[in-house]
């Protein structure tokens, strides 16, 4: 069989309710909303988990933290977890990375056949939380409120700098795979970090929403005495005593992380413009890790449950997916299965051992009827919270915590808790019946409390002495690229040209 080209483009903390049915209105994204005009868009897609390594393992892998183990951005990703890339390598395919996918361990690459740029974070234990130690910030790595009090115009800063590079790397990539040296279908993903705070913008992209009417959040700050248990760890976590945030200060930042989406949507439009001037067909498919949560409740970035953090926007041009809105609840481990599908690869031999279902039968007029499933054990947190997403419904159980439902047709910013009231009892015990079949919560903690022991004696043993880091570097091969004296002139200008004789 033929086996489509595939082209990914993962974005980092990116609000899918930005993404009702392709990018807002509002938002200047030209090239999102012309893929959106081709795509099905999932509304409610969710991540896995909100934060960004467990979400991105998950994505890869088809499987929730509790199976990978990845359960905050410092847990290793098991090089004997299958991911997508892996299963579309084994049936005959190229794949490749340019960009984030913020990888723990030594494995780097985890069915990648190339990357083209380092990682934007560190491969190490070193941002490992400590479950035994409540309430401990860690300075040197845990978010705080200064990214909001920071927000403003920056021509580069470290975020763009990569990014930059990322679209770059793919744009050279996409014009190489044009010149059909590889018979081999294509993978390319192409990862970016915006529009994840810091929240700086170039001027050119900041000067467009200058009279935007979405600066400020549609719910306010609510007083952290009246906020939930976890919503309260968070703020703690993320330092807020040490803030004031005024007004002024949330306008600035939401600015900046709107001017960025307009930057990725220009960096796409690079990548784009590749496939397009070289004449190749690709599935296409955009997504993000999770969500930020940009001043709503007074919250910023993720680690929680709540919509503007856990949901996530997700769209897929692929032939024989009719374009058009999907209303049923999916997830990003849906994502392995539905790439697979698309391209004909058989999963069945790990089909047991993954929580993913593919999605291109939604694309066909199906129907779904599955709870969504997210975790959360990460930083702010002392114990697993878990959720399920089951129709207009969201449930979220965490031990240390009273459960949670919410009604997301009636009260989609969530601010009405009915797990007390009595009229909504019967849902609230069919869903808690539904979570505990699924999970064992005291297991999950005493799998995420011995990882994160284990993790700590290791860093601290690898940081005395010689330091060998896992951080993966870029290799190219000089002697191989342009011209050399081993080579054809003649032969080479022609095979590197595309098209050839034109």
């Given at each position: 069989m033929t086996r489509p080209n595939i082209l990914i483009f993962m974005v980092d903390q990116l609000n899918g309710t930005l993404f009702p049915d392709g990018p807002a209105d509002w938002l200047h994204a030209p090239n999102l909303k012309n893929l959106a005009?081709?795509?099905?868009?999932?509304?409610?897609?969710?991540?896995?988990?909100?934060?960004?390594?467990?979400?991105?393992?998950?994505?890869?892998?088809?499987?929730?933290?509790?199976?990978?183990?990845?359960?905050?951005?410092?847990?290793?990703?098991?090089?004997?977890?299958?991911?997508?890339?892996?299963?579309?390598?084994?049936?005959?395919?190229?794949?490749?990375l340019s960009g984030k996918m913020?990888?723990?361990?030594?494995?780097?690459?985890?069915?990648?056949?190339?990357?083209?740029?380092?990682?934007?974070?560190?491969?190490?234990?070193?941002?490992t939380p400590d479950y035994r130690k409540p309430g401990e910030r860690i300075e040197w790595w845990y978010h705080n409120m200064g990214s909001v009090t920071g927000a403003g115009v920056a021509e580069i800063s470290n975020q763009m700098e990569y990014d930059d590079e990322v679209a770059y790397h793919a744009t050279r990539k996409v014009y190489d795979l044009a010149r059909g040296h590889d018979a081999r279908p294509w993978c390319l993903t192409v990862s970016f970090t915006h529009p994840h705070d810091p929240y700086v913008a170039r001027r050119k992209y900041w000067d467009r929403y200058a009279d935007c009417d979405h600066l400020l959040p549609e719910t306010g700050v609510i007083p952290y005495a009246e906020q939930d248990a976890h919503t309260q760890r968070i703020f703690d976590a993320n330092d807020w005593r040490s803030y004031d945030i005024t007004e002024e200060q949330v306008k600035r930042a939401r600015r900046a992380y709107f001017a960025n989406i307009s930057y990725l949507d220009d960096k796409i439009g690079e990548v784009m413009e590749a496939l397009e001037a070289t004449r190749q067909e690709a599935i296409i498919l955009f997504v993000s890790d999770h969500g930020d949560m940009l001043g709503a409740?007074?919250?910023?970035?993720?680690?929680?449950?709540?919509?503007?953090?856990?949901?996530?926007?997700?769209?897929?041009?692929?032939?024989?997916?009719?374009?058009?809105l999907i209303g049923a609840p999916v997830s990003t481990i849906d994502i392995c299965p539905t790439l697979c599908d698309l391209a004909g690869v058989d999963m069945s031999e790990v089909a047991p051992w993954t929580d993913g279902e593919s999605l291109v039968a939604l694309g066909q007029g199906g129907d779904r009827d599955t709870p969504v499933a997210m975790e959360y054990a990460a930083e702010a947190s002392y114990a697993p919270l878990v959720s399920l997403r089951y129709g207009k419904w969201k449930y979220n159980r965490c031990a240390l915590d009273p459960d949670q439902l919410f009604d997301l047709e009636a009260d989609p910013h969530e601010l009405n808790n009915l797990a007390q009231a009595p009229a909504h009892q019967g849902t609230l015990n069919s869903l808690r019946a539904k979570s505990e079949a699924r999970w064992d919560l005291d297991r999950f903690d005493a799998d995420v409390r011995a990882s994160q022991a284990r993790r700590w004696v290791v860093y601290e043993a690898l940081r005395q002495g010689g330091y060998y880091p896992w951080d993966f570097q870029p290799l190219q091969q000089a002697s191989e690229r342009y011209m050399r004296n081993h080579m054809n002139l003649d032969t080479l200008e022609e095979s590197q040209r595309f098209p050839r004789g034109e």
């Open positions: 005009a081709r795509s099905v868009r999932f509304a409610n897609s969710y991540t896995a988990s909100p934060l960004c390594a467990p979400g991105r393992a998950s994505f890869m892998s088809g499987q929730l933290p509790s199976r990978t183990g990845v359960y905050d951005n410092a847990a290793e990703f098991r090089s004997d977890i299958p991911t997508y890339a892996h299963h579309l390598r084994r049936a005959g395919y190229q794949t490749c913020h990888f723990v361990g030594p494995d780097q690459l985890h069915g990648f056949e190339e990357r083209l740029t380092t990682d934007i974070y560190p491969a190490d234990f070193g941002w409740r007074g919250l910023w970035f993720k680690m929680s449950f709540y919509e503007g953090s856990s949901r996530v926007p997700l769209m897929i041009a692929a032939p024989g997916m009719t374009p058009g």
